[in-house]
Each structure stands twice: as C-alpha cells, then as structure tokens.
C-alpha cells in the first residue's frame, strides 16, 4: 500500500454518496486543476463531482497505473461516461502531492481536451478534427 493507494480506491468506486467523505483524502485548502476547472478547497472540489455525476451518465475511473515517490504520486485512469446517451472515454493522469497525514494539497489532472472529448462531439468536433489535420506532420 502507497500514500496514494486510499484515495485511488476512493475514485476507482466513487458515487454521489461517497462524495461526502472527500474531506478524508482532501487537505481542507487543497487545489484542484484540469482542463475546465480550477478550484481550492474541499467543498469547491467536491462541487466538480457533484456536477460530474449531474451532468454525466455511468460515470467511471478505472486507475490504470502509479508512481509513487515520497509525498507525490502520478496516476493515470481512464474516465469512462455516457453524456446523451453517446459513450465516451477519456484517458488521462494525475499528479499528487500529499501532506504528512496523507490528505491531498495538489491535485492536478493532465489530459487533452481537444483529443479525448471535444474532437468526438458533434458540433464542434468537425473543425477540431479539421485543425489538428492542419497541423499534423505527414511522413513517409
């Protein structure tokens, strides 16, 4: 077991219900950062879920990997939802920093935007998809 093992399991079966022990793995003034959002504190932290599970259907991690080295970790999962009835996936990782009780002061989520979920949505993944071509290197 690693400083990061009990908050993986936590997001590996997190529900509406467990949401409420997020200040368990959460340091009262930790700050939370991925592509959309950029909060501090646990009440604004668990806000973010609440709003998954509102807006999302069978949302899912699944933790695919960590590295653990002294208070930090790096894990990667996979996010897993439906959103109108369309499955998606998004593949991503985390970066950890941990206080001497093993709470969570950084958390910040690296994961493209464009690639894992704008690009797959219908009105705007079209020009997304159109863009990225633009700039793709051809070789052969």
């Known amino acids: 077991m690693t400083i990061a093992t009990p908050l993986l399991e936590w997001y590996a079966s997190l529900t509406p219900h467990t949401l409420a ?7 009262a003034d930790a700050r939370f950062r991925d592509p959309f959002n950029d909060v501090q504190g646990v009440a604004a932290i668990t806000a973010i879920f ?9 949302p899912r ?3 695919t990997g960590c590295i653990v080295q002294e208070q930090q970790a790096f894990a990667t999962w996979i996010f897993s939802f439906r959103l109108r009835g369309q499955y998606y996936e998004v593949e991503g990782g985390s970066h950890l920093q941990f206080d001497a009780e093993g709470r ?7 994961w493209d935007a464009a690639e894992e979920l704008l ?3 219908p009105l705007v993944g079209a020009p997304i998809r159109w863009l990225r071509r633009q700039f793709r290197v051809h070789t052969s």
């Open 104 to 110: 969570v002061t950084h958390h910040r989520d690296y």
């Open 50 to 58: 609440r709003h998954m599970f509102a807006t999302t259907e069978q």
């Open 119 to 121: 690009q797959k949505l």
């Open 21 to 27: 022990q997020a200040a368990r793995y959460y340091a």
């Open 61 to 63: 991690f699944v933790i």
